[in-house]
């Protein structure tokens, strides 16, 4: 309950500087309302995220915790599966980005004009460097894992697939309708 309120704290004045700036901007662009409603919803998305891989729950610590070994943390995570801390870490990595996949799909970026295998590794290397410079600017400490990115990682393809597939078929449908009634 409390992480909802926390990410509420960041999300609603992000979303309202959006549509703010958006409806400052409402003559210079044509407004399609689903696209903003995407719009809107990512920006509520993304800045959720972002309190959550950044600021939640930073614990100050004097050192760093890390893994540069791929494989490592989830090895040791699917060992101790029964455990809900390992069950919450991979899914929870997993699930936290399928989002960025889903919205890149309709060309809802944060790094525009990229191919989706670079974008489903960057977004997470952006995410653990975050945390990495949150560290050494003492403003929070969470580990830094390579593991992490993997899973970040498949969680976007894993969005991006399952909405490209999910579309495509109400796409196909679409157009084998048009061309029945266009006989």
Not at 140 to 147: E, F, H, L
Request: overall charge positive.
């Amino acid at each position: 309950m409390r992480l909802g309120f926390d990410i509420l704290i960041i999300a609603v004045p992000a979303t309202l500087l959006y549509l703010i700036i958006r409806i400052g901007l409402w003559k210079v662009f044509r407004i399609n309302l689903i696209r903003e409603v995407l719009h809107v919803s990512f920006v509520l998305y993304a800045s959720s995220v972002v309190f959550m891989v950044w600021l939640y729950y930073a614990a100050q610590t004097e050192y760093i915790l890390y893994n540069y070994i791929p494989f490592k943390t989830i090895i040791e995570y699917l060992r101790d599966i029964p455990s809900s801390t390992a069950i919450k870490n991979i899914i929870g990595n997993i699930v936290i980005c399928m989002p960025f996949g889903f919205y890149y799909s309709f060309k809802i970026r944060v790094i525009p004009k990229i191919n989706i295998a670079v974008y489903a590794v960057a977004i997470p290397l952006i995410i653990e460097s975050g945390q990495l410079v949150m560290y050494f600017i003492n403003l929070g400490m969470r580990a830094v894992d390579i593991d992490d990115v993997i899973l970040n990682s498949s969680g976007i393809l894993l969005g991006y697939y399952i909405t490209r597939s999910l579309f495509q078929k109400k796409m196909r449908s679409a157009k084998s309708t048009q061309i029945l009634f266009n006989k």
